[in-house]
């Protein structure tokens, strides 16, 4: 009998402006996924404003905001999600495929400073 299998996915930030600078993650089963949970775990606020975008993207150096759009990552410390905090773009699911990136990108302002992980929930079908 078919079925879903869960995954998830964990990884360190980086201050690195640019589009997947943030973060810049393969799919990691080498199948269509979906994710279903998306979280930003911010540690350390930026230094100065800034925005961020989370979403999946054509390559790992494109920006995309269809899971969280425009977070204001210098406002405070926190664990931040696209199901809470998805932004005017972002959507409670979206499907990562094949040859595709899990971005995370300074969208606005400057990213100096900002520590903490990205953690992707998904499911395969």
Not at 33 to 41: E, R
Not at 82 to 104: D, R
Request: with cysteine; aromatic share 6%; net charge negative.
């Amino acid at each position: 009998m078919a079925g879903f299998s869960n995954g998830s996915y964990r990884h360190t930030l980086s201050a690195t402006a640019g589009g997947g600078g943030a973060a810049a993650l393969a799919n990691p089963e080498g199948r269509t996924v979906y994710v279903t949970a998306c979280l930003l775990n911010i540690t350390t606020k930026t230094t100065a404003a800034c925005t961020i975008d989370v979403g999946i993207a054509a390559n790992g150096t494109t920006s995309a905001d269809d899971l969280i759009d425009g977070l204001d990552a210098n406002a405070a410390a926190g664990v931040f999600s696209n199901l809470l905090n998805p932004g005017s773009n972002g959507k409670a699911g979206q499907p990562w495929g094949t040859t595709e990136y899990l971005t995370v990108s300074e969208k606005t302002g400057a990213i100096a400073g900002l520590v903490g992980e990205v953690i992707v929930e998904y499911i395969t079908v």
